[in-house]
């Protein structure tokens, strides 16, 4: 009897192991086309029971797949993509330091470099008004280019890199913050040791790799399917064996 009960303990933890790996999935699936986004990716552990007999998998953690998406050009002066290593910083609304790869900026009515969800982005500068082009130079000066036809110096921008990215938690709104596995930011220009350049009138696409999520979707189902079906019927075996010893 305590073979079935370990059965049907297995069947439950592999159920629900795979539920949370379909909320990775689909949140890889449903991110596709968010400019910047880093797909995730579920780890799995077995669980082994003091004569090393398997008795269930857990996730313990899933991690950020830190790869290069595709590079797009766009007509925007206010999209800016980072070739290589690191991340933006953006202010979030609690005051801390928040890093993303989205470079879809726009002004806000203060004339504050900002993201999709309002997040201000972390540079020393100003545009000014009156400008119709801006350029990035490889020590990460912006340069703005006037109506009139002058180039002027607006600011400078640095970005922020991590020895392990793999290890940054999500914030929401396509922007991580650090961890102890992620160790602290480095800041610094860009073309530096270990940070990337920084591009205007271009955005990154998501690095989601399409086959690679609906591969692991089919594959999340079919366990799931399988774990009900060996869970249902050791449960009925367990309420068999129950009536046997009744009767």
């Known amino acids: 009897m305590s073979s079935l009960f370990n059965t049907l303990n297995i069947s439950r933890q ?4 795979r539920l949370l790996d379909l909320d990775t999935v689909s949140n890889n699936l449903a991110n596709m ?6 797909a995730s990716r579920s780890n799995f552990q077995e669980l082994l029971d003091r004569r090393l007999n398997r008795s269930g998998i857990i996730m313990p953690a899933t991690q950020v797949l830190t790869a290069q998406g595709n590079i797009k050009q766009t007509a925007n002066a206010l999209d800016w993509a980072i070739q290589g290593e ?7 609304p609690d005051g801390r330091t928040g890093y993303t790869r989205d470079g879809q900026f726009s002004l806000d009515a203060a004339r504050n470099l900002v993201n999709a969800s309002g997040a201000r982005l972390v540079w020393t500068g100003t545009l000014p008004d009156g400008y119709q082009d801006v350029n990035i130079r490889e020590d990460g000066t912006v340069e703005a280019l006037m ?22 938690l999500g914030a929401g709104q396509n922007v991580w913050i650090p961890s102890l596995d992620s160790g602290p930011a480095r800041v610094g220009a860009p073309n530096t040791t270990g940070i990337g350049s920084v ?19 089919m594959t999340d189902q079919r366990t799931f399917q399988m774990s009900v079906q060996a869970f249902q019927q050791t449960d009925q075996m367990i309420a068999q064996a129950i009536n046997l010893r009744k009767a």
């Not at 592999?14 to 192991?17: E, Q």
């Not at 109506?147 to 940054?168: E, K, Y």
């Open 33 to 38: 086309n968010t400019t910047g986004f880093k």
């Open 199 to 217: 591009q205007s009138h271009q955005v990154e696409m998501s690095n989601v790799d399409i086959s690679r999520e609906m591969t692991q979707l």
């Open 147 to 168: 109506n009139d036809g002058t180039r002027v110096n607006a600011g400078t921008i640095q970005l922020a890199s991590f020895v392990n990215p793999s290890g940054l």
């Open 14 to 17: 592999d159920m629900l192991t």
């Open 86 to 92: 690191g991340y933006f910083q953006v202010r979030l």
